[in-house]
């Protein structure tokens, strides 16, 4: 009897943790082509319908692993989805001790890469490779930059130097979800604020925390609270923090809007196809990768890679090749854009009606998966709001503003802006956009590219800084017309007036501009600081910005719209 209770258990967690299967949903092909060392394990997906994707957690944390089943099974919790297929996720530490007590960072599967869930950004932030799905079920893969952003009563817009994840710079910011699940620690001089139904519930010092269900942690390193207090925005208790997601580049700028509108986004490793284009050596893609011999296009191993194809279907795959030979073989089968994944030990591909086309070695820290909703989710009206933003006279924030519309379209129509930048002209500019802004101006004013101008000056490209290493960033850090702060930059913090202004005279003597006395007086002259107060008397004097009635506000941000229009006003006066 024992015996047979025991079998009887057996099956029972059998079932538990196996995949539920079914036959083969429609519009899912499946094959075996030559790729490298043997044959490859390819699903071609129709993403139509109410087909759409989802990343698993392992756990439900981005810092723990499982069995690839548990995985597979989890988006099927909600009972609205059912399984089509599914590939292991992006780089996590499959390294650690697992006989050990789990701690962060070191000891625990933490997730390395970006992880976009339900819109929301749920781990990293910055610039990399990554494989994505809309709202609406349509797969894209390019280079993006994500970022969230906590924006305080409405004004004060703070970039988060990392999501679920944490610097010792004492300048840094980070937020923390729930999906952080070991706890949080604070150090000596930081606070935690915690943010709860769009408000901050409470501010802490420094300590040990979990993130509770529904809210949010965010943590002020010590200098980073200091700065905050002394331009008198650092939150309070009851002020409002609304958390963002948004995605502030990628490669394809027209495509902007649909990384805006991700349902689902994870990071991949090194591209190897874009716009039709075998890529998998051109640095401006995998220059992170070339460092790492595992990464390298010619080294083979097993490997996991998504793409799409010019019809649009979505194509998972494993193969033990080369991402060379993956990215030729992808090319000639008409993938228009294709990323690799993890690979190694981690390689996955589940089918369902097919079961494992490639099982992983190991437990995995994420996946991505295919699925069918019985009813397609819709994007939170929240999230809505915050990519298309209106004013309280319900103006539609992605038309400018009466008073700038002829200036911004000026803008435009010089070349003084990018296209991926002409929307949400209310929004505060950060200090990585105004870089932007900046290197258009020295190339349409100064008639030659950003690197011929360098060239003409004898100046080196700048090393990034600790935070970023962002191109438009070091381009104008290498004419000094940017500096950092102990080596940082703070790309995602909003930009100030005086700020801009400094940045502006800089700019304007890289193209040869002098010195004008005079400039206007301001009431608030005093509130400038010492570093800033020839760069506004140099702006005002040249009509490249003017004040706010009697004030000049040299700590208020500063508006898209407001840029572009300071932006017409150095090439015309200059």
């Given amino acids: ?61 981005v810092h723990s692993a499982a069995a690839s089943d548990a995985l597979v099974n989890r988006v099927t919790w909600d009972g609205n ?15 650690y001790n ?3 007590a789990q701690s962060f960072p070191d000891n625990c599967p933490r997730i390395y890469s970006t992880i976009v869930k339900d819109g929301v950004l749920v781990n990293g932030v910055g610039e990399t490779n990554m494989l994505g799905v809309t709202w609406d079920g349509k797969p894209y893969i390019d280079r993006v930059k994500y970022q969230a952003t906590v924006q305080v009563n409405g004004t004060v817009n703070v970039g988060m130097w990392a999501v679920n994840n944490h610097y010792t710079d004492a300048k840094c910011i980070s937020l923390f979800t729930p999906e952080f699940t070991l706890p949080v620690s604070a150090p000596q001089g930081s606070k935690v604020l915690t943010i709860k139904d769009g408000k901050v519930a409470a501010v802490s010092e420094a300590g040990s925390y979990k993130v509770a269900a529904g809210t949010n942690l965010m943590v002020y390193n010590a200098q980073a609270v200091a700065d905050a207090q002394k331009w008198n925005q650092f939150p309070a208790v009851g002020d409002t923090a609304v958390v963002s997601t948004s ?73 033990n090749a080369s991402m060379a030979q993956i990215a030729a073989y992808l090319k000639s089968a008409g993938a228009v854009n294709a990323v690799s994944l993890d690979g190694g030990a981690s390689t996955m591909l589940y089918v369902n009606g097919s079961g494992y086309l490639t099982a992983a070695g190991r437990p995995l820290a994420s996946a991505f998966v295919v699925v069918d909703e019985k009813v397609r ?37 010089l070349g003084l802006v990018p296209d991926w930048m002409q929307y949400n002209y209310r929004s505060n500019l950060t200090r990585r956009e105004f870089c932007v802004l900046i290197k258009e101006l020295l190339e349409k004013k100064g008639g030659k590219s950003i690197d011929a101008l360098r060239l003409e000056k004898n100046v080196q490209l700048a090393p990034a800084f600790s935070d970023t290493d962002d191109w438009y960033v070091q381009e104008c850090a290498s004419f000094g017309i940017v500096t950092g702060y102990n080596g940082a930059f703070k790309p995602n913090d909003s930009l100030t007036r005086q700020e801009a202004a400094a940045i502006l005279q800089r700019a304007t003597q890289v193209l040869g501009a002098t010195a004008q006395g005079g400039g206007k007086s301001f009431a608030d002259a005093a509130q400038i600081e010492p570093w800033a107060r020839d760069a506004v008397a140099f702006v005002t004097a040249n009509g490249i910005m003017n004040g706010e009635g009697d004030t000049f506000n040299p700590l208020g941000t500063y508006t898209r719209e407001q840029a572009y229009i300071t932006m017409v006003n150095a090439y015309d006066h200059l």
């Fill in 1 to 61: 009897m024992k015996r047979k209770i025991a079998w009887l258990l057996s099956i029972l967690m059998a079932c538990t943790f196996m995949p539920v299967r079914a036959a083969a949903a429609s519009g899912v092909v499946t094959d075996s082509p030559v790729i490298g060392d043997g044959a490859a394990k390819l699903v071609y997906i129709t993403m139509d319908g109410n087909r759409t994707a989802d990343v698993a957690l392992a756990n439900g944390s």
């Fill in 247 to 319: 995605a502030t580049a990628c490669k394809r700028a027209a495509d902007l809007p649909q990384w805006n509108n991700m349902k689902t986004v994870i990071a991949g490793g090194r591209m190897l196809v874009q716009n039709t284009y075998n890529v998998v050596q051109d640095t401006s893609y995998n220059a992170e990768f070339d460092s790492d011999p595992k990464q390298a296009a010619g080294y083979s191993s097993a490997r996991a890679f998504a793409a799409v194809m010019g019809d649009g279907r979505l194509v998972l795959g494993t193969a």
């Fill in 98 to 100: 697992s006989g050990a």
């Fill in 377 to 413: 989710e819709t994007r939170p009206a929240a999230q809505q709001a915050a990519a298309n933003p209106s004013s309280t006279t319900g103006v539609d924030a992605n038309t400018p503003s009466a008073w700038a519309a002829d200036a911004v379209a000026r803008s435009k129509a």
């Fill in 81 to 95: 989805s059912s399984v089509v297929a599914a590939v292991n996720g992006g780089f996590f530490n499959a390294y």
